[in-house]
T-cell receptor
Framework: GAGVSQSPSNKVTEKGKDVELRCDPI?????LYWYRQSLGQGLEFLIY????????KSGLPSDRFSAERTGGSVSTLTIQRTQQEDSAVYLC??????????????FGPGTRLTVL | GNSVTQMEGPVTLSEEAFLTINCTYT??????LFWYVQYPGEGLQLLLK?????DKGSNKGFEATYRKETTSFHLEKGSVQVSDSAVYFC??????????????FGTGTKLQVIP
């Protein structure tokens, strides 16, 4: 189990409900990222963590979206009052330092969120 | 800001055909360049990377050369297989104002290889 893991792999929810998506990064990686991949679209950056702090939240689309990271490891992305346009695959990635030329991000398998 | 432009797909090729997927970029400094691959039902996997001009990244028969003069990083493979069917993403990373390597992705190119 050396890779990035995410849970659940699939989540179906009703409009207006809150959801939590979890990411377990590669052990020792200090940098963690969340992206959103909508059908037919590229990857949309959401948020970056360095350790437990989030120096870049610029990609969060609205105040319904929030994320935290605890112990410099596991991260949770929370979407409140979900809307149908939130339906997408949410990808998590981690990298060793987040800094330096060639620092490489490693991706999890994603969580497919469907809002009915 | 930074951007990555890659050819639109889908690209359909016969097995053993030559593959080229074009990628060009716009960046303010000296980015690192990457190709990621996403197989059906899976997450993105790093395919290859290059960190400076004229570097060639290679893996699994795929190659891409960092061309600063043309701001390009085209992906090539001499003989594709059915198992190469996937979506390919070109990406660049560059130090952001926050000091971390911010990655910008292209929209992806779907490749379908038929027997």
């Amino acid at each position: 189990g050396a890779g990035v893991s995410q849970s659940p792999s699939n989540k179906v929810t009703e409009k207006g409900k809150d959801v939590e998506l979890r990411c377990d990064p590669i052990s020792g990686h200090t940098a963690l990222y969340w992206y959103r991949q909508s059908l037919g679209q590229g990857l949309e950056f959401l948020i970056y963590f360095q350790g437990n702090s989030a120096p870049d939240k610029s990609g969060l689309p609205s105040d319904r979206f929030s994320a935290e990271r605890t112990g410099g490891s596991v991260s949770t992305l929370t979407i409140q009052r979900t809307q149908q346009e939130d339906s997408a695959v949410y990808l998590c990635a981690s990298s060793p330092t987040g800094r330096g030329v060639g620092d490489t991000q490693y991706f999890g398998p994603g969580t497919r969120l469907t809002v009915l | 800001g930074n951007s990555v432009t890659q050819m639109e797909g889908p690209v359909t090729l016969s097995e053993e055909a030559f593959l080229t997927i074009n990628c060009t970029y716009t960046a303010t400094g000296y980015p690192s360049l990457f190709w990621y691959v996403q197989y059906p039902g899976e997450g993105l996997q790093l395919l290859l990377k290059a960190t400076k001009a004229d570097d060639k990244g290679s893996n699994k028969g795929f190659e891409a050369t960092y061309r600063k003069e043309t701001t390009s990083f085209h992906l090539e493979k001499g003989s594709v297989q059915v198992s190469d069917s996937a979506v390919y993403f070109c990406a660049l990373s560059e130090a952001s104002f926050g000091g971390y390597q911010k990655v910008t992705f292209g929209t992806g190119t779907k490749l379908q290889v038929i027997p």
